[in-house]
């Protein structure tokens, strides 16, 4: 069974950056092609960043300003989020694509 474990989120002020990693545990994750969702208050959830061996794709809503990277050596895949806007305020997973299981997630809240 595929697990995940994300961290890194919390408060910060619109204009500013988290990282946010994310631990997989089980299967093979080198050969997962993998995502960071994020869901907002009283929104759908929604695909953000995806990254496997070809292009790296982004939300229209976050090209430019997110970028999704991975380690398979550490089975760990991050989101490094920068110019952050209070619309970014969100639950933000990682799963592979399609999804398994969901993970807790990790806050992240843009406010000032």
């Known amino acids: 069974q595929v697990q995940f474990v994300e961290s890194g989120g919390g408060l910060v002020q619109p204009g500013g950056a988290l990282r946010l990693s994310c631990v997989v545990s089980?299967?093979?994750?080198?050969?997962?092609?993998m995502g960071w969702y994020r869901q907002a208050p009283g929104k759908q959830r929604e695909l953000v960043a995806t990254i496997w061996f070809g292009p790296i794709m982004y939300a229209d809503s976050v090209k430019g300003r997110f970028a999704i990277s991975r380690d398979n050596a550490k089975k760990t895949v991050y989101l490094q989020m920068s110019s952050l806007l209070p619309d970014d305020t969100a639950v933000y997973y990682c799963?592979?694509?399609?999804?398994?299981?969901w993970g807790q997630g990790t806050q992240v809240t843009v406010s000032s």
């Open positions: 089980g299967g093979i994750f080198s050969s997962y092609t």
């Open positions: 799963n592979t694509l399609p999804w398994r299981d």
